[in-house]
Structures are given as C-alpha cells and as structure tokens.
C-alpha cells in the first residue's frame, strides 16, 4: 500500500500562486509514477500533470501547461505542484495519485490521497 498525503492548497486571488504538496509513504517512492489530478464541482476528475519515477517524462494538461510545473523529490519521497498564474478555472479539489506506470486515465491510478482545496477568487 501507498499512502498520500497532499498539503497546500487554500484562497488565492487570481494571478497568484500557491504550491501543493504531496508526501508519500508505505512502499519505494521512486518505484511509483507520479500525478496530479483535480476535479471541480460538478465535473469529472481529470489528470493535471504525471511524471515518472525519474522525473524524466512529464505530461501537463493543456490547461495548465507553461502555468504549473511538477517535480519531486525522491529523497523527500515527495512530489509537487507549483502553481503560478492561477485563474478561477482552476478552482478544484486537487488530488495527487500513484502508479507503478501512471498514464492519463483517472482509472489506472492506483493509490490516491485524500484531497486538497484549492480556491481561486476572481
């Protein structure tokens, strides 16, 4: 088992930024891809951004991509979001997950933390 556990989010005024983060435990970290996933009231729950356990293979959602940027750090058994030029759009409950492989589909994910809000005040 993977246990996550996402930390950073809160009230941002458009423009700003925040960075989340996401701490793992129970397993080697850096035998897991890594993702950030989100999903807004109402709608389906969609990849934001994956990369692999090297760090050398990243993915981001058009949406975001040139705004946010992940990483990790193996030895932290971390990873993070860094979230810059956020807009109201980004509005969400954010997610990080893990996998063996990762991919885009939310259902190949297998381990998931509990959430956190990330609000964004026009």
């Known amino acids: 088992q993977v246990q996550l556990v996402e930390s950073g989010g809160g009230l941002v005024q458009a423009g700003g930024s925040l960075r989340l983060s996401c701490e793992a435990s129970g397993r080697t970290f850096s035998n897991y891809a890594m993702g950030w996933f989100r999903q807004a009231p109402g709608k389906e729950r969609e990849v934001v951004a994956t990369?692999?356990?090297?760090?050398?293979?990243?993915y981001y959602a058009e949406s975001v991509n040139g705004r946010f940027t992940i990483s990790r750090d193996n030895a932290k058994n971390t990873v993070y979001l860094q979230m810059n030029s956020l807009k109201p759009e980004d509005t969400a409950l954010y997610y990080c997950?893990?996998?063996?492989?990762?991919?885009?589909?939310?259902?190949?994910?297998?381990?998931w933390g509990q959430g956190t809000q990330v609000t964004v005040s026009s």
């Open positions: 997950a893990a996998d063996p492989v990762g991919g885009l589909r939310v259902g190949v994910w297998d381990y």
């Open positions: 990369i692999n356990w090297s760090g050398s293979a990243i």
